[in-house]
């Protein structure tokens, strides 16, 4: 199985700067590597695929990169509604698909 | 647009049972993959089990390996997820999802709780 290690755990930042966020695999995705939003009380959403892909209707402020086994979503002015948790999963080996324990992006 | 409706949670007492069903539109159920994934605050997102388009091929996480199974229903759209022996650490909340590796599509979730 391969293990997902998001860093930092939280992570503090003021509106208007720049967050950058790690997952990190225990063995090589290739770029077989998604990121998901999640405020409280909703399902994830769908932010990037293929590690640098940004799905349907989400805002370029947000960008993926990385290959291999580190990657890292970068959000580069945080607006209000980006304070949320964030998780990484993988999507290379499988079975089991797994995800990271999260990112939680707090306001500073 | 995507509806995927999960109903069949609730409260149960470990080494119970649940039947969990998900409803599905907006989209041609028959031609995805389904997978179910649980969220607990202690062990995050839990990826279940997922099942091919004509049930052919069925996956299960290792911890729920002979206790769940998960099957679909192509002519009503929905897909199940019978969970038996239920155990304290089954207790999540569980999504339908579309497809089998990253996915756009996720229900509300329902909540299992397994106490006694």
């Known amino acids: 199985e391969i293990v997902m290690t998001q860093s930092p755990a939280t992570l503090s930042v003021s509106p208007g700067e720049r967050a950058t966020l790690s997952c990190r695999a225990s063995?090589?995705?290739?770029?077989?590597l998604a990121w998901y939003q999640q405020k409280p009380g909703q399902a994830p959403r769908l932010l990037i695929y293929?590690?640098?892909t940004r799905a349907t209707g989400i805002p370029a402020r947000f960008s993926g990169s990385g290959s291999g086994t580190d990657f890292t979503l970068t959000i580069s002015s945080l607006q209000s509604e980006d304070f949320a948790v964030y998780f990484c999963?993988?999507?290379?080996?499988?079975?089991?698909?797994?995800f990271g324990q999260g990112t939680r992006v707090e306001i500073k | 647009e995507v509806q995927l409706v999960e109903s069949g949670g609730g409260l149960v007492q470990p080494g119970g049972s649940l039947r969990l069903s998900c409803a599905a539109s907006?989209?041609?159920?028959?031609?995805?993959?389904m997978s179910w994934v649980r969220q607990t605050p202690g062990k995050g997102l839990e990826w279940v089990a997922n099942?091919?388009?004509?049930?052919?091929?069925?996956y299960y996480v290792d911890s729920v390996k002979g206790r769940f199974t998960i099957s679909r229903d192509n002519a009503k759209n929905s897909l199940y997820l019978q969970m038996n022996s239920l155990r304290a650490e089954d207790t999540a909340v569980y999504y339908c999802?579309?497809?089998?590796?990253?996915?756009?599509?996720w229900g509300q979730g329902t909540l299992v709780t397994v106490s006694s």
């Open positions: 999802v579309v497809g089998r590796g990253y996915s756009s599509s």
């Open positions: 907006g989209f041609t159920f028959s031609s995805y993959w």
């Open positions: 099942i091919k388009q004509d049930g052919s091929e069925k």
């Open positions: 063995q090589s995705l290739s770029s077989n």
């Open positions: 293929g590690a640098s």
């Open positions: 999963q993988q999507y290379n080996n499988w079975p089991p698909w797994t």
